[in-house]
């Protein structure tokens, strides 16, 4: 079955139509790369994955692991294994990391009739987690995102999904903000979730990301619509043609 | 033209109960006069309504409408009850000092070990056989507000503690009010803390309700006097009942070089109101006060504070935080004065709310009255709702919609509850903090 299927999806922000009927299937396992011109709509997409408020679905679906995701709250995607890392973060001020960080994962755990982890043993599973990701701790002791470089917020967002362990991960540029080191850390970091279990849609302007994140599928977005898909060398193609072609297409 | 007498059914009902009470209250001679003197003052002015500057926001008469009579002495099961609801409250190392139904409770009171210079008297015992100086001293709040004259009138117990010169307590000193009746009655208490030079002291105010008590009032009044160089951290808690009112007046006067960290959290109740007068009458003297507000329901809670700057060179530092949901009603109101000799006044004021629905209300009343001119003086006010983009991230992260408000509201309330100055005072604001949390989801 596929984890997640979008199938003709209408979408709308203060009356304008902004995804023109969208359809998107992924399969557990694999990785999927999602390009296009800048307001085509991929963070649209994302969001209303994730459930942010403020768009209004006309028409279509969305299924995750065969259930309608439009019908759950935010927080139920999140308890069931959507993740999105955000393009743009927001700064939580007054909230340390460390904090957030326990009280997600425990709010998860909780809601899925886990156990939650006591202060000491999450401790511990963060420090190795942001260890991997060159995330220092005094990072952790601030609060979420505040003052934070581009680089680390995308960082955090990567830390976020390593702990969380989500089964299905939407990264949203990513790579926009980091530096070369960085982003090899970060693109080991979400190599290292890759599982049979698991999908990922990786939403970037450069071919780059994607020598690091070698995708399965690769779709082109335009104008509201995914207008072509194929193998890892699309991504190639448009790195040379750009996305002229599309504009007509879409 | 008709004239009618303002003397409300209540002020009758009041004057009876006055002259019944009289002759159990402590204290003879002076102590009696004032009872009386206060006691006509409060007859004339009745429950302070909204015509009045200082209680605009706190028409009592709309609130409250009534006085209730006072409660009677706690019996066996009543300090068995009290001493079961105080556990959640008790604080580890703390001397605790309780107060029954307006009445100290000695069985309940940590009354031995009292380390060198510290005297920890009752009210009563003060009243009755006390020093004519510190009578006067009990006797002296400003009975031009009508419910401090109230106090002042019908005053049965409290408590009083001396820390002489030099004496640094090393035990918290934590005073408990806690009501216990079945009926809806009055407790009218006062205490006093004084502190002489150079000591040091950290006092916890608890109001809180045993279970399945009715609509008690609390009238209490408080005297702090911080010496030369003396150094007073207070933390105040109104965990009260949800039928309860609580009105309570403080009077505190710093001594020079001394510093004063005070802060307060109404999270309980039914209709608050903590009026605070703060006098920097020592130079080189520092305040912090910080407050929150924590309502929803409809409950109503009102600071009202007044700092005075009287001589040069002091610093006060105000910020107040307001968390209100429902139909909540959060009020404040700063004044600070800086009188012509206080030159080199550092005096700041800022003040938030957080209005969670859309009837949730919040009044706030800036006033800088500066008659010197080389000071550093300034406030500022904000009043929003949560960021939404902020409670999206979190719920995306798997926070469900109140665990997502709840983690913000700490955050919110946690820049009053950060200037307060220890960790462990800083646990107990956030665990009170935390149970109003808990009981809202
Ligand atoms: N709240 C909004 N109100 C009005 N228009 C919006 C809103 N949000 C998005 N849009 C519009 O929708 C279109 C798609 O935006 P979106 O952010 O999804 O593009 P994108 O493909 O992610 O672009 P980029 O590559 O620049 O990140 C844009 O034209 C944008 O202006
Ligand atoms: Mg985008």
């Known amino acids: 079955m596929s984890l997640l299927e979008v199938k003709d999806l209408q979408v709308r922000v203060d009356e304008r139509e902004i ?5 998107l299937t992924v399969n557990a396992g694999e990785v999927h790369a999602i390009m296009g011109p800048n307001g085509s709509g991929k963070s649209t997409l994302s969001h209303v994955i994730a459930g942010k408020p403020g768009y209004e679905v006309t028409g279509g679906e969305i299924l995750f692991k065969g259930e309608d995701l439009l019908e759950m709250s935010p927080d139920e995607r999140a308890v ?5 890392a955000f393009q743009y973060p927001v700064e939580i001020p007054g909230v340390t990391t460390i904090n957030f960080l326990r009280t997600a994962l425990n709010a998860q755990r909780k809601a899925r009739g886990e156990a939650e982890f006591l202060v000491p043993d999450f401790l511990k599973k963060m420090r190795s987690v942001a260890g991997s990701l060159n995330i220092p701790m005094d990072m952790l002791k601030r609060g979420v995102n505040v003052g934070f470089s581009g680089g680390e917020k995308k960082r955090n967002e990567i830390l976020q999904m390593a702990l969380f362990e989500p089964s299905l991960c939407i990264l949203d540029e990513m790579d926009s903000g980091l530096d070369i080191d960085a982003l090899r850390v ?3 970091g979400v190599n290292a979730l890759r599982s049979p279990e698991r999908a990922m849609v990786v939403i970037t302007h450069y071919q780059r990301l994607l020598n690091y994140i070698v995708p399965d599928v690769v779709h082109v977005m335009s104008k509201g619509r995914v207008v072509k898909s194929g193998g890892k060398e699309l991504a190639l193609e448009l790195e040379a043609s750009g996305y002229a072609q599309f504009e007509d297409a879409a | 033209m008709n004239l009618v007498v303002a003397k409300t059914e209540t002020g009758r009902a009041l004057s009876d109960i006055f002259d019944v009470a009289r002759d159990r209250l402590p204290g003879g001679g002076k102590v009696a006069d004032a009872r009386q003197q206060a006691f006509e003052i409060y007859e004339r002015a009745g429950l302070p309504h909204r015509r009045i500057e200082d209680w605009k926001y706190t028409d009592l008469r709309v609130l409250m409408r009534e006085v209730l009579p006072p409660a009677p002495a706690p019996d066996a099961a009543a300090v068995k009850r009290a001493g079961s609801a105080l556990k959640p409250h008790a604080i580890a190392g703390a001397r605790r000092l309780v107060l029954v139904d307006g009445v100290f409770a000695a069985q309940l009171s940590d009354t031995d070990d009292f380390e060198q210079g ?23 709040p400003d009975s031009s507000d009508p419910m401090v004259a109230l106090n002042s009138a019908m005053m049965t117990d409290g408590l009083v503690i001396e820390v002489a010169d030099g004496v640094v307590l090393t035990k918290p000193l934590h005073i408990v009010h806690i009501a216990t009746a079945a009926q809806p009655l009055a407790m009218f208490t006062r205490s006093l803390l004084k502190l002489g030079k150079t000591a040091g002291a950290t006092l916890v105010e608890s109001y809180i309700g045993a279970d399945g008590v009715k609509a008690y009032q609390v009238h209490d009044s408080l005297l702090l006097t911080v010496g030369d160089g003396a150094r007073l951290d207070h933390v105040r808690l109104i965990e009260d009942s949800r039928e309860a009112f609580n009105i309570c007046a403080a009077v505190v006067t710093l001594g020079a070089h001394a510093h004063f960290n005070t802060f307060g959290m109404t999270s309980g109740g039914n209709v608050s109101r903590y009026q605070a007068v703060i006098a920097v009458a020592g130079e080189h003297s520092r305040v912090e006060t910080s407050g929150v507000n924590l309502l929803n329901g409809r409950q109503h809670a009102d600071t009202t504070l007044f700092l005075d700057h009287a001589v040069p060179n002091g610093t006060s ?11 909540g009603h959060s009020v404040f109101q700063g004044r600070i004065i800086v009188r012509p000799k206080a030159q080199k006044t550092d005096a700041r004021m ?3 709310a957080l209005l969670l629905s859309d009837d949730a209300e919040a009044d706030n009343k800036p006033e800088l009255e500066i008659f010197a001119d080389d000071v550093a003086c300034g406030h500022g006010a904000t009043t929003g709702a949560l960021d939404e983009s902020l409670l999206f991230y979190l719920r995306a992260r798997g926070l469900s919609e109140k665990e997502a408000q709840a983690l913000l509201i700490q955050a919110f309330v946690g820049e009053a509850i950060e200037q307060i100055a220890s960790d462990d005072l800083r646990g107990l604001a956030i665990s009170a903090a935390e149970r109003w949390l808990a009981a809202r989801s």
């Open chain 2, 350 to 352: 800022m003040t938030r």
């Open chain 1, 186 to 188: 970060a693109a080991d």
């Open chain 2, 118 to 140: 510290l005297s920890v008297r009752t009210l009563r015992e003060v009243l009755e056989a006390g020093d004519a100086a510190l009578q006067a001293q009990l006797l002296s």
């Open chain 1, 80 to 84: 069931k294994g959507v993740f999105l």
């Open chain 2, 317 to 327: 530092h105000e910020i107040f935080r307001a968390v209100v949901d429902d139909r």
């Open chain 1, 19 to 23: 995804l023109h009927g969208l359809s």
